[in-house]
């Protein structure tokens, strides 16, 4: 329902707060080999410090985004044109991916007192957990975005805690969330076929991403965005 909601109200939608790119679409990472060198420039461009808000007529006015968000929020994945473009950003195998269902889990004796589980759901800019001591994001020196074990503060050797950045025009529909640790220029997703069936694995988007196919050409890059949810807090007792 939250996609067909997007897939409506999206094309009106001419607020913005994505960097604007010359070329006409998205300044991801594209996987499309001609790309690369654009691409190589593109990703060391500035990042905006304010949004630039089109209404119609010809109106243009700027806004200040704000930094932490007031909901809690689902994600989706945009990138026109590719395989991921409107899909759900989920939690599963202690990392997140573009695509498939979420993977949870609650102990029986917690019972009725269960959550759904069956969305990601982040708070403050952390996934939305009933387990005691949470479970922390981090981004790893590869890379890959994770999260903790439940129970557990360890993370890989050299990760950074913490793991998405929020920003939203205060008149805007959709948030959105990047990263720029380990001086990434965003998020991509990354194909993975090790669990059988390809999926694609979120990633900071850095150069020397040690990422599954062993090219980082491979990856996508997308706009993480945000859409406010109403459903029960916590999402979940636990993401596996």
């Known amino acids: ?40 420039k593109s990703k060391d461009r500035p990042r905006p410090t304010s949004c630039t808000t089109t209404t119609p007529p010809a109106s243009t006015t700027s806004c200040v985004p704000t930094t932490s968000p007031t909901k809690a ?15 759900p950003m ?9 695509g498939g269902g979420t993977s949870s889990y609650c102990p029986t004796v917690v019972g009725a007192s269960c959550p759904p589980g069956n969305e990601t759901v982040f708070v403050g800019g952390s996934i939305s957990v009933m387990v005691p001591g949470g479970q922390q994001q981090y981004v790893e020196v590869g890379g890959r975005i994770g999260y903790t074990q439940a129970h ?3 993370m890989p050797v050299g990760a950074i805690p ?7 025009c205060p ?39 040690v ?21 029960p807090l916590p999402a979940a007792w636990q993401y596996t």
Request: with cysteine.
């Open 162 to 168: 913490g793991g998405f950045s929020y920003y939203k």
């Open 90 to 98: 989920v939690a599963g195998g202690l990392g997140f991916q573009v």
């Open 1 to 40: 329902m939250r996609l067909l909601t997007y897939i409506l109200l999206a094309a009106p939608i001419l607020a913005s707060c994505v960097p604007h790119d010359p070329r006409g679409h998205d300044n991801s990472r594209r996987s499309d080999k001609h790309d690369d060198k654009q691409d190589d």
């Open 171 to 209: 008149d805007e529909q959709f948030g959105h969330i990047t990263t720029s640790i380990f001086n990434a220029t965003g998020l991509m997703a990354c194909p993975d076929n090790s669990f059988g069936t390809q999926r694609y694995v979120v990633y900071a988007n850095i150069p020397n991403a």
């Open 73 to 87: 929020f689902t994600v989706i994945a945009a990138h026109s044109g590719s395989p991921i473009h409107l899909l």
């Open 152 to 154: 557990s503060a360890s």
């Open 211 to 231: 990422v599954p196919s062993g090219n980082v050409q491979d990856c996508i890059g997308f706009d993480g965005l945000t859409s406010d949810y109403n459903g």
